[in-house]
């Protein structure tokens, strides 16, 4: 499971545009975003974070890993 923080995502529209970019990279990954928190979650992906990153960025956003705690 991969984790962004991703403070440019304000609105449901934003959430629409993330998931798809997303999805276009790697279209088996489950995306859930948590807009209050700010956060997009992505689970069963099988891309990398580097790639997810630059679709995200490339839809606009600018999407920052959270390291998970060991």
């Known amino acids: 499971m ?3 923080e991703v403070n ?5 529209h934003c959430v629409s545009s ?4 997303v999805k276009a990279v790697d279209q ?3 995306v859930t975003a948590d807009l209050a928190h700010k956060r ?4 069963d992906a099988h891309t990398n974070a580097q790639a997810l990153t630059a679709a ?3 839809a606009g956003f ?3 890993q959270i390291q998970a705690n060991a």
Not at 8 to 12: A, F, L, N, R, V
Not at 18 to 21: E, H, L, R
Not at 40 to 43: F, K, L
Request: with cysteine; glycine share 4%; proline share 4%.
């Open 62 to 64: 600018t999407p920052v």
């Open 40 to 43: 997009v979650t992505i689970e």
């Open 18 to 21: 993330i998931t798809k970019a």
């Open 56 to 58: 995200m960025t490339d």
């Open 28 to 30: 088996d990954a489950k």
């Open 2 to 4: 991969l984790t962004f």
């Open 8 to 12: 440019d995502m304000t609105c449901g």
